[in-house]
């Protein structure tokens, strides 16, 4: 009897909590790279949580049907430059709930997270950026709207011991404002010696923030090759205890992509915490006035004026361009073709690699890396499995991402519990479909994408007028509002 008034009350409550669902995605092949999970289930969404994930029927306000569809946690870009509606609708049409600027990071964090408080349609944040506090103090000021020194005296010349003091007095005032993390575009502030290079990690590691970094120099001309950067920020990891993220290993080591990687292998097997990450093309893109363009980058990169792409004009650049452009105070953007095929194809399997786009306007990587990856690694070369890849795109990055902030252990899983981030794809069709040509056209092969609860994207089409996307903020904003 106890037993029968036992299984009615469960049924009941079964049946209550049922109808509380605010969604739920009905018989998709639920992928959990964290746990390994990989089934047919329902997933139950309430307030913005995964509820209930269960193979028993749910019901809820609105159903989705899933069946043939993978349900996995949307995907976490650690680096994303494009920040406007424009940009987050093609991260959002590619898989994308979270895209966070961190390699540079946003030049002012309280104003990046005002301007997006409200209007943002997936997760947002940004690292405070070395490369902004070091103009500042120089007295160049980064031009509204950029991210990126022009290349000059800021950029240069060596900090003296009070102007290394006022960086990092500005960077303590950006991770106090919500920064997840230092950004330190190394190779746009030549004039950094070694010396404030530790300076700045010993600030990260006194914060107990990663050091998220754009190594010093490309290519394979001594001083100055990808693998001496690597050992540069990698000892400087060592040295101040710092954890370090280093990004696009692809686009900043070349054609020694592979032995870049052994290193950041090599640090990891004696208990250095160094991640890293690339994005699936062979061409890069960066600021043509940038110091990356300083006298030398051809032998540097093995490349040359025509290896160069404006996107504005679709125009290959000869050198009384590159000249013009290079010397303008106003900032272009190039893609760089430097890297091959072969070594992209071999970087992104490796498993220490996680995928992050270093998405902007004007190169396809900004709209279709994470499809691409889904389309051409596991689907035609087959060099990574689904599951592998879904963890180098959520769960990884989510794990990363918990070195800045508590809030990324409820991100990158499909469990109970976590944040209601979910992307619903066709593992058989999803595509990317941005090219050099049409660097903006959004990924197909994405149904649905659940931001917080909410969804963007419904059968195929953005919903209007929703902006579920919400701030991810460093330890020193959190502290600060919690007083
Ligand atoms: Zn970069």
């Known amino acids: 009897m106890r037993k029968l008034i036992l299984s009615l009350f469960l ?98 964090v309280t104003q990046f997270l005002k301007a997006k408080e409200g209007r943002s349609l997936i997760h947002y944040g940004t690292a405070a950026s070395y490369v902004a506090a070091r103009s500042l103090v120089f ?22 011991p009070e102007q290394i003091a006022a960086i990092l007095q500005r960077l303590c005032t950006e991770l106090d404002a919500g920064g997840l993390a230092i950004g330190m575009g190394i190779q746009y502030t030549p004039g950094a010696t070694r010396s404030e290079v530790l ?45 370090l993220h280093i990004v696009h290993v692809n686009s900043s080591c070349l054609r020694d992509s592979l032995e870049c990687l052994s290193m950041v292998e090599g640090a990891r097997a004696r208990g250095l915490d160094v991640t890293t990450e690339a994005y699936p093309y062979i061409a890069g893109m960066t600021a043509v006035n940038s110091a990356v363009f300083s ?59 996680m995928i992050a786009s270093d998405g902007a306007e004007g190169h396809p990587r900004n709209a279709g890396t994470y499809s691409r990856v889904l389309a051409q690694y596991v689907r035609e070369k087959q060099t990574i499995t689904l599951m592998n890849a879904l963890r180098k795109m959520s769960f990884m990055p989510a794990e990363m991402l918990e070195r800045s902030t508590p ?38 092969g994405v149904h649905f994408l659940v931001v917080a609860g909410t969804i963007l994207i419904d059968e195929g089409k953005i919903v209007p007028n929703v902006f579920p996307g919400q701030a991810l903020l460093g330890p020193g904003k959190l502290s600060a509002t919690h007083n």
Do not use: C
């Open 139 to 160: 007295g160049a000021p980064l031009p509204a709207g950029t991210i990126l020194p022009k290349t000059g005296p800021a950029t240069d010349q060596h900090a003296t």
């Open 407 to 444: 809030a990324a252990r409820q991100k990158g899983r499909l469990q109970e519990g976590a944040d209601a981030d979910i992307v619903v794809f066709d593992p058989a069709t999803i595509t990317d479909r941005a090219t050099f040509d049409k660097p903006m056209e959004p990924s197909t």
């Open 199 to 243: 300076d700045i990690f010993h600030l990260a590691a006194e914060r107990r923030l990663p050091v998220y970094t754009h190594i010093r120099s490309a290519g394979r001309v001594e001083p100055g090759s990808s693998i001496e950067s690597i050992s540069e920020v990698i000892g400087a990891a060592a040295i101040t205890g710092a954890s």
């Open 295 to 353: 006298p030398g980058w051809q032998e540097r990169m093995g490349i040359t004026y025509s290896d160069l792409l404006l996107p504005e004009t679709g125009e290959r650049l000869t050198k009384e361009r590159f000249d013009e452009l290079h010397n303008s105070t106003i900032e272009h953007w190039v893609v760089v073709f430097g890297n091959s095929q072969e070594i992209v194809d071999k970087v992104i399997p490796n498993p220490l690699v």
């Open 11 to 108: 049924l009941a409550a079964t049946f209550a909590s049922a109808q509380q669902y605010d969604l739920v995605l009905e018989g998709g092949r639920v992928m959990d790279p964290e746990t390994g999970l990989d089934a047919i289930r329902n997933v139950g969404v309430r307030d913005g949580k995964i509820a209930r994930i269960s193979s028993e029927p749910l019901t809820a306000r609105r159903t989705v049907h899933a069946a043939g569809l993978v349900v996995a946690p949307g995907f976490i870009d650690l680096h994303q430059h494009a920040q406007d509606l424009a940009s987050q609708r093609v991260k959002a049409f590619d898989g994308v709930t979270t895209a966070l600027e961190m390699e540079i990071g946003a030049p002012d």
